[in-house]
């Protein structure tokens, strides 16, 4: 337990980054102009609430433009 707790000064950074980098990609996704690439919206919103670093694979891949064709 004391293992931990010395750790927590280093760790609380790194989960303050990924909650910060989770709520970026949600609230990224759900932008008007945005559209997804090999998900859906609602799928890739789940898998960035359930899986750790997947909003790492959004960013890099996920992300695309909705086309604006008139």
Known sequence: METL????????PFMI???V???YAIVDI???ERATNLLGKTAWTVLIILVNFAWVVYLLGGRG???SED
């Open 30 to 32: 759900y932008k008007p």
């Open 65 to 67: 433009y909705a086309s």
């Open 21 to 23: 980098a989770r709520v």
């Open 17 to 19: 980054i990924e909650i």
């Open 5 to 12: 707790i010395e750790l927590l000064p280093i760790l609380i």
